[in-house]
């Protein structure tokens, strides 16, 4: 009588580390990558970032039921002196969603219309230009990232990539596995009643369990207890598939070939784990790839399946599990709900200062954008007409581990995406969620606790230093790290048509301009700028026209009749823009002071400094690196 | 300009309601079944309660590794004076899980077993019969129902079905569903920049919500806002699919025939619900099939696919959504746990008495039945040698609501299966867990909190009354309703070839018996029988060995050289065993106060009191449901 020895016993968690380790040497967690049908990727993985290759939407449409007018036409309108509209002539009437043909610059909504007759309506008050548009790249304009790799596409990703002209997708391989049950004593458990032995049940469980978690099992026959035959079992396996399992036939007992047959041909890691049940698993590597050797009872096999093979596979498919639940938090902005309505918000969570944040993301039944980025939805019942900022709320997430999660604000730029897709290569679990609130947006929640990281430019002229003094208005306690020096500039159509050479050409009569919105980085350079140089603002065509990031002033002035625009190179670049430099700027990261203890942290300095984020950035352009990742206060 | 109108709008509860109940009413959630393999079952529904073809384990078995041997070739061995036993005469060398041929009768542990040579061993100690032997039918006899109807199959109940012989599944149809988009507007996102038209590519989030929801999809070609092709297109989808989605171009705008075409062709339940987003959403019911209008913005359609469709298909598909949490609970029992292993304990959780009970299943890492059965994991540390009856722990639940569990205890009987699954028929998503530990342990468990109902049988010579004299002797306060009168009688082989014919045959040196447990209610009427016959348990060979439940004595004389047990007519019948009958006797339900005021015991009562469930008794056969649902106390 031979008693079970295990050479190599562990405890679950050293046992899986060392495997782990073992697999990530060998290269196993390398993903093959197979091009798809952007509508059968439902729940596979993306092994590059997905870009846009056009705006979503690509065309201007209408956010309300109304008119849409040519907005000239409307001006010196007032309820003491309205004005007629003929149809056609000055306005066609719209649903919301209908495309927005160019003769058209403005919508008003329908509850501020009279009707005169078919052909004629009544209005009572001027529209401004793009009043009530929803513009062109408002989801995500060219060029932009919409997913980093390791995404799982949902259900709901798949209209946005389409919208997006992303008709095919890079995914992760799915994993083949073959099972192999071994033992003299077992038979098919059609056989057993004539065979006198005991039903192998165990590979249907495994085969199952491997189908629920996206791998592809094939079934071997069962293999007797003839270490020769196991070996030329495993062996030929191991030319066509990922991952191998062998199953013992009843229990381990003293007929443990497999492990001796895997000690000869491979690496045996691991053999025993110090669970109960679930002790005889033997974790081996051969030919770079997992062989695993199961146990024979069905409930240590389940036990090794869900703590041993389930985080293996996750692992390799760079992916992690979503559970539904409610959670605990407040609220980042004060917001307004429907008084007649239950409403729905989508947004992000995360941990920030001991409590769990709410950020809501752009709301609007149109927003593809919502939900993608999305991982929690807050329900604000019917009645209820205002969630204030710090109010506590529950809300329902579908995320991963929330320690995982990062939350950035401020002034969007693209690196930011960038840095998001390469934490990923870091860890896969990581989840970077950044919103665009300008760069004033960004100090103000990140002194009020609502976000880990904010990035921002903001200009101080009377000190000629950047963001130190804005940040200091807030708060004292915090640490500033660089990402990069970026050219500001004016963004004009390919070829430059009308000739623009400098800021002093925007107050020409036959240029039409678009702003950034007041406290952006880019509107306090171009107002110092302006000063500095005395140029008129109101002399500005468009000086009030505000878009919120440099992408959509961009895609403002690439699809409409808009002729300039300040912004970042990049941004020109991606949108294959004419682009002036006027200006360098720094633009850094705020971090807020907990955050920046934790090892999530150093990762991004890590990456910031890497040699990998440097040449993305110069695969874009418009970005000096010289300081990535510098420490500047802290 | 026509604005939307919304004849039928409602708040998403009641407009949800009013669907389902007309869904009800046209016959919508009857289910059509389908026969598969089971190994091709994972996800599946049962369409029918799953009764075992065969015993699971269908053999005897060691439960230890060691060696099998003839107990009597033990007798009188003892540290003094140990016994030399012969290998392939007393015995042989085994592992756990080898099947034990029929000439053992019991296992010894290796560690108590001196190996003298290849061919001898010594032993220390008497070892009885039956010693740590696995068996037959210990996780489930022939006839006994394994799961219910409407069972959702994992991947570890399959070994379970295919080791008691059920090779085959009658399971839920999956439903076929069409998505048709709707409007003028809309084209393929592949033609979009040739048409000027919108990119339609809400069919493709529809489709993938069905497919993750085990839908099968097929998307229809664009149709046209032209009611008389939209009418053509529904009424010819109502005869390959079941259940029609249209689509919305953009908005519901002002071309909405879909409604008017539904109007006409069917019956609109509900136009509007009360959400936002979403509003704009159709639910209508033409030739007694749904016809859900879905609107056109992406983020609407995302919240009715969750808050509108899902639930239907939930419902259609009798099953519910389970998510994996951490619940805090208290332990029914105290439980060891191995010092140098982490322990993982499969269990049931339910709400007792405003608190969350964990009652741990039969553990060993051979029982499939506990794989089935479970719904929870209590994972004991290493180190943690004890967890005490009461101690707060904190389990693992993947199971439904918490407040559709029943946790029935006490003595097991063959209609607390088809209570259970008559349940489902009532409200798919109660579960009713039971678990045998005899009436006494039962009112036990009743008295302490840990159990909603407990099945009993005890007879009290005393009074000459079941039940209430055990119960009061642990409580005052509970609800006792009767469920059925039993047969009790001597279980025989088929044919009867000793030829006993009562009691008093037992004491007869040919003969052997197999006991109950102690304080089981028919251990109790044995002993009460035998006193009153004046018969002496001592000259009952196998008075002392016992087995815990009706099934587990019938299997013994029907695999075993055991000639006779007591036990219930139900039982012989199931088990094809003659019977001969000794005595009337009545079997109650002890219910817990606080769970006797729910709805759950109300459809309990209700269920007990329907035909449907005598017929299942008569068809099972040993039972008089003249009291079924009387309350005796309350």
Known sequence: ????????????????KDYMEELERVGFFENDLERIPTDESLGRITG????AKRNVPHYTSAAMDGIALKSRSSFGASESSPKILEIGK????????????KEYDAVLMIEKVRIVDENKVMIFEPVFPTNDLRPIGEDITVGEMIVTRYHKVEHYDIPLFL????????VLKRLKAVVIPTGDEITSPREVERSGKIPETNSSMVKAFLIENNVDPVVNDIVPDVPEEIESVIRDALKDFDIVFTIAGSSAGSKDFTYRVLEKIGKVVVHGINIKPGKPVILAVVNKKPVIGLPGFPVSLDVVLQK??????????????????????????????????????????ANVKNRTVFSPLKRGAANLISLTRHDSILTVEKGKVVVDEGEKVRVEYYGGKLEKKILVVGSHDLLMDVLADLLKMEDHEIV????????????????????HMAGTHLFDPKSGEYNIPYIEKFMKDYVLVNMSYRIQGLMVKRGNPKGIKGLSDLTRDDITFVNRQKASGTRVLLDYLLEKEGIDKSKINGYNVEEISHMNVAVKVKEESIDVGMGIES?????????????????????DREFAKTSLFEMILKVLKSERFKSEAERIGGYDLTDSGKVIRG
């Open 1 to 16: 009588m031979r008693r079970k020895i295990y050479l190599k016993r562990r405890d679950l968690e050293v046992g899986l």
């Open 48 to 51: 590059f970032p997905v870009y």
């Open 90 to 101: 000055d306005f066609i009437f719209v649903n919301t969603g209908d495309p927005i043909a």
């Open 163 to 170: 919208a997006a002209g992303v008709f095919e997708l890079d």
């Open 308 to 349: 041993v093979v389930k985080p293996i596979i996750l692992r390799k498919y760079k992916t992690y599990e979503k559970s539904k639940k409610v959670i605990k938090a407040v609220s980042s902005i004060r917001m307004s709900s429907s008084i007649s309505e239950e409403e729905y918000i989508r947004g992000v969570l």
């Open 432 to 451: 970077l969620s950044s919103s665009s609130v300008g760069s004033m947006g960004g100090i103000i929640a990140i002194s009020r606790g609502y976000a």
């Open 571 to 591: 941004a020109a670049k991606v949108m294959r823009l004419d682009f002036i430099p006027i200006a360098k700027e720094r633009y850094d990261l705020l971090i």
